[in-house]
């Protein structure tokens, strides 16, 4: 603490020391970007249009379809960025459902959480081994029992384990989180099966929730073509909720998130607090306007083809990927209309150099826009020569 007090100290009024500084972190950054392989984060966007708003506090205060007396806001272009996520996740009547641009995928997931609680009670949460600890997190934040239910080697729910979890609990209300693209294998959960499932066991509608955690591939199945219907991150399969991350496929230059809930559950936590006269419908109070700004300049920009053209570039550049390390024998995990490429993990100085993601002995890369074919060239040839 006195090194930082000390350094703080010694730059105070310091400009010339303190633009250098900054100048150094700068310059550190834009080595980094060019070799990142591990994280799903879409570092092909450009944040000029949005950095003229740089000087100015936009805080969407509040509800987004209720709006504050703070007057720098943008909940009218939060409405369209959720209109437009509601349309890509086949919401049939947007009237019906309700979103919001939050901090991350994690306070999506949170509060899906606890709308999910509000609605069922006392409900028990299931999900899978795989799926993101944002989920476990938020049971316990919300003190809700959560069950896991075990995978196949892909990463996808088994669905007699499912069974299994879910008859044994057939008698209390149940929060289901299914994953679309796993955090470790790029893993898709049959979201029709699973909720057959539960139709099965006679788990009916008024004592379940679905939540689909969309981190990263809810922003990139919707634009696939022949896709297999049960993993397609749609409302059209009875699910209550979906989130997905900004920062991922969307890309924006700070980590934020998209949750759309059906209305009728957050008509259930609602209540009205003059002071902001919003309604108080969100985790937090004040929100990233910035961060909307950011999305919005996105999808208006891109357009569904611009996602269609992402989607495609990156699964086929993710199988020759895949393709190229098996020719050298290693043993490779990619699901279908995935880009998560699963490796054994390599050196130290490997993993560091392309701050892959590890866990256990695997590792894995991420084939996100900017990760082009020189960027994976250079990688398979620097990994396969460790293998001689
Ligand atoms: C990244 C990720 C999250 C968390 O999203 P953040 O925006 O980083 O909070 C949740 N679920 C899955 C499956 C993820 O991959």
């Not at 966007?45 to 003229?52: G, R």
């Not at 504050?68 to 049939?92: P, Q």
């Not at 073509?225 to 991350?245: A, V």
């Amino acid at each position: 603490m006195n090194a930082t007090y000390d350094t703080v100290a010694h730059n105070v009024g310091n400009h010339g020391a303190i633009d250098e500084k900054l100048l150094g972190l700068h310059n550190t950054f834009a080595g980094r970007r060019v070799n990142h392989l591990g994280y799903p984060y879409n570092l092909e966007f450009d944040a000029e249009p949005i950095s003229q708003f740089a000087k100015f506090l936009i805080n969407n205060l509040g509800d987004p379809y209720v709006g504050s007396h703070y007057a720098t806001e943008v909940c009218g272009l939060e409405r369209e960025v959720v209109d437009w996520v509601m349309r890509v996740w086949d919401c049939a009547d947007p009237e019906e459902y309700w979103g919001s641009v939050g901090a991350s995928g994690t306070e999506g997931n949170l509060w899906a959480m606890y709308l999910a609680r509000e609605t069922l009670g006392n409900p028990v949460l299931i999900h899978s081994t795989e799926a993101h600890y944002s989920l476990p997190k938020a049971a316990k934040i919300l003190r809700i029992e959560a069950l896991t239910c075990e995978t196949d080697h892909t990463g996808a729910i088994c669905p007699d384990a499912l069974r299994e979890v879910v008859q044994a609990n057939r008698h209390r209300c149940v929060i289901l989180a299914l994953t679309c693209g796993t955090t470790m294998k790029g893993a898709h959960d049959d979201i029709a099966f699973c909720i057959s499932v539960l139709d099965q066991v006679g788990v009916d509608p008024s004592r379940r929730f679905v939540h689909v955690d969309g981190a990263l591939n809810a922003m990139v199945l919707p634009f696939v073509d022949g896709l297999p219907r049960g993993i397609r991150p749609s409302f059209r399969h009875g699910i209550d909720s979906m989130s997905t991350s900004g920062h991922k496929m969307i890309g924006t230059p700070m980590p934020c998130g998209v949750l759309v809930v059906r209305r009728e559950h957050v008509r259930r936590v609602a209540s009205t607090v003059s002071y902001l006269r919003s309604d108080d419908t969100t985790l937090m109070g004040s929100r990233n306007g910035h961060a909307v700004l950011a999305i919005w300049n996105r999808l208006t920009r891109l357009g569904i083809a611009g996602f269609r053209h992402f989607a495609r570039t990156c699964i086929e550049r993710a199988d020759g990927f895949a393709g190229a390390l098996r020719s050298a024998n290693v043993p490779v995990l990619l699901n279908p209309c995935s880009l998560t490429v699963v490796f054994p993990k390599p050196s130290e100085r490997l993993v560091n150099e392309y701050q892959l993601a590890c866990h256990g002995n695997s590792a894995h890369a991420i084939v996100m826009p900017n990760v082009n074919a020189d960027l994976i060239d250079r990688f398979v040839g620097d990994y396969t020569a460790e293998l001689s």
